[in-house]
């Protein structure tokens, strides 16, 4: 089935650094999300897109839906130790009645 | 809490049992969906309803799986003669009808011995 891409598999940064990542689909999406998960927990929402072009913030978090509507970046400012977990990001492709097709998720590592 | 509940949240089981998993989801969401995650993967589709309505089924979902949601609000996933196979992590979400915002669960995990 169809899968999102995401790369590289694990990030390490600094504190206090900024960081990107990004999504990429070979097919057309309607919706992307950002969830981030912590070990034992379920995913939790940070950002939703639905419209093409669509850039939105939460804090620190800023997201974008690529004009092609066949990726997705999700960057993260000022990085601090709690952000440390696994993000994954999510799509609703055209025509796929609701159900979510998800990136295998970036591992995110931040040193204190 | 109003967030999406499961119940339980660990399930060690013997190959060959049947279990049971319960989900209520956000209080005013009648789409409830279920997703398997297994190590290293993001969550895979298994199905979702529309308040009862098992609107569609994964090719995940093998006739020893079995899902319902009988009066609209909280559904149940149950998986018999499991096998080692289905050791995962099983996540439930919500949303409004319409809307393509889901929101997750604590998930249950399951380990088939």
């Known amino acids: 089935g169809q899968q999102l891409n995401q790369s590289p598999q694990s990030m390490f940064i600094q504190e206090g650094e900024d960081v990107s990542m990004n999504c990429t689909s070979s097919s057309i999406f309607n919706t992307w999300l950002w969830y981030k998960q912590d070990p034992g927990e379920g995913p939790v929402l940070l950002i939703a897109?639905?419209?093409?072009?669509e850039l939105t913030s939460n804090g620190r978090l800023t997201a974008q839906f690529g004009i092609t509507r066949k990726d997705s970046f999700l960057n993260i400012s000022a990085s601090i130790p709690s952000d440390v977990g696994i993000y994954f990001c999510?799509?609703?492709?055209?025509?796929?009645?609701?159900?979510?097709?998800f990136g295998k998720g970036i591992t995110l590592s931040v040193r204190p | 809490d109003t967030g999406v509940s499961q119940d339980p949240r660990h399930k060690i089981t013997k190959r060959g049992q049947n279990v049971t998993f319960r989900c209520d989801p956000i209080s005013e969401h009648n789409r409830l969906y279920w997703y398997r995650q297994t190590l290293g993967q993001g969550p895979e589709f298994l199905t979702y309803f529309q308040n009862e309505a098992q609107l569609e089924k994964s090719r995940l979902l093998s006739d020893r799986f079995s899902a319902e949601r009988p009066k609209g609000s909280f559904s149940t996933l149950e998986i018999q003669r499991t096998e080692q196979g289905d050791s995962a992590m099983y996540l439930c979400a919500s949303s409004l009808a319409g809307g393509d915002t889901q929101y997750f669960g604590p998930g249950t995990r399951l380990t088939v011995l």
């Open positions: 897109l639905y419209k093409a072009g």
């Open positions: 999510a799509g609703q492709e055209a025509g796929a009645n609701s159900k979510l097709t």
